[in-house]
């Protein structure tokens, strides 16, 4: 069977650009699929403090661009296609997309995660009022109230965000702790904009033309209560980007994909990085890690072969 690569990677957020820069440098023939545009979820961070490197921070943006600047300079190809489905039964591994089936040596899932709905509205309401990205929709509340739903890093850092232009943001969270680095706790803890309601769920929103109204349930004392806000923001975690993986590989009861210490899968030469592996950290940098070792590990897969 011919083949089209030696490697393909899946996704094109700083896992999946960090392993094409390894297998470009590696002169290995490489092919990066993504289905949107590169850079992946730091597109919709507005700013990164912890990626060693930036002292004074970057804009996820910015971070983006400059990966995929420094892998096309490489000469790592990108494409933009949706990965339909896999086969990965033969030594000789098939991607499906929509048009024509690639055929790689190896390969590399570095599709992602997307943030986790509630079922609170968000088909009715979403560009009306419901968000999942500060960056993206903050200026659209200038002077107005929103609601933030969560207690983890995305919540707390995105709330402190949209003060810059809300007048008032209530962070929502349903326990009476975060979960978020406490460094984030700390800059919200002192920011007089944002309002903290402890122990309670959203249980729904409404509003005629947008969002006017916030429903919030105490979860100790079952005490319903409405917020007047004009907007609501949900970051309540992350499901993993697998829709093409129809049990390809293993995963855990999440759907994070399984890998061992050389980011390999349960299939041998199909190796995983990022926010998509069942892993105990996501941040950029250990997407970074992660791609680098997925990377190197492909490359002495194929040599092997
Ligand atoms: P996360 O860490 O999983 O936190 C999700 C938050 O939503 C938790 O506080 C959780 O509550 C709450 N939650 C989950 N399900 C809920 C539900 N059904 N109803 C109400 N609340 C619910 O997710 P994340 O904040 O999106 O972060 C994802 C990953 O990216 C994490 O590893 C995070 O560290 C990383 N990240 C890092 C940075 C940074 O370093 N600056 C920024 C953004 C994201 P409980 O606490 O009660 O479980």
Redesign the pocket.
Known sequence: MTVDYDLVIIGAGPAGLTAGIYAARARMKVLLLEKAVPGGQILV?DW???YPGFPEGISGYDLAEKMRVQAEDLGLEIQTAQVHSLNLSADVKEIVLKEKTIRTKSLIIASGAS??K?GIGEDKYMGKGISFCATCDAPFFRDKTVVA???????V?EAIFLTKFAKKVFLV???DE????KI?QERAFANDKIEFVWDS?VTGVDGLFGIENVHVKNLKTNKETTLKADGCFI????LPNTEFLNGAVKTDEFGFIVADAKMQTSVPGVYVAG?VRDTP???ISTAVGDAAIAAVCAEHYIENL
Not at 149 to 155: K, L, P, V
Not at 178 to 181: G, S, V
């Open positions: 961070t990164i403090e912890n943030p986790k509630l739903i969560g207690g983890g890093d995305t919540a850092q969270h349903r326990r975060l979960r978020a680095a984030l769920a970051w309540v975690g992350i926010d950290l996501r941040q």
